[in-house]
Nanobody
Framework: VQLQASGGGLVQAGGSLRLSCATSTRFINRMGWFRQAPGKEREFVVG????????YYADSVKGRFTISRDNAKNTVYLEMNSLKPEDTAVYYC??????????????????WGQGTQVTVSS
């Protein structure tokens, strides 16, 4: 399975970006976005079931980030609003294929995209 992340860039604090993650298959149990800032560990951002029934957001992004999916394009979007400098990181999308796995830990995902840089200036 291939995951292609895109949409990162430089934005001022308070601005918005939309990240995309195109997948090569729709036979996925769950999708997630994680991020990693310089000198920090990779952290969970959002995860959701491919059917869209379950969605989980990190507390730090609740109310600002929204995940969605375009079925026809096998693409997942992460809409990021009210961005803060602390949102600066490389963002990775990930896909998990096994049912019953975790959404919020990286071990629940089997394939990862290459990452896209998001930089929020103050």
């Amino acid at each position: 399975v291939q995951l292609q992340a895109s949409g990162g860039g430089l934005v001022q604090a308070g601005g918005s970006l939309r990240l995309s993650c195109a997948t090569s298959t729709r036979f996925i149990n769950r999708m997630g976005w994680f991020r990693q800032a310089p000198g920090k560990e990779r952290e969970f951002v959002v995860g959701f079931s491919w059917r869209g029934v379950s969605k989980y957001y990190a507390d730090s992004v609740k109310g600002r980030f929204t995940i969605s999916r375009d079925n026809a394009k096998n693409t997942v979007y992460l809409e990021m609003n009210s961005l803060k400098p602390e949102d600066t990181a490389v963002y990775y999308c990930a896909a998990g294929f096994r049912s019953g796995g975790t959404y919020i830990y990286s071990r629940g995902y089997d394939s990862w995209g290459q990452g896209t840089q998001v930089t929020v200036s103050s």
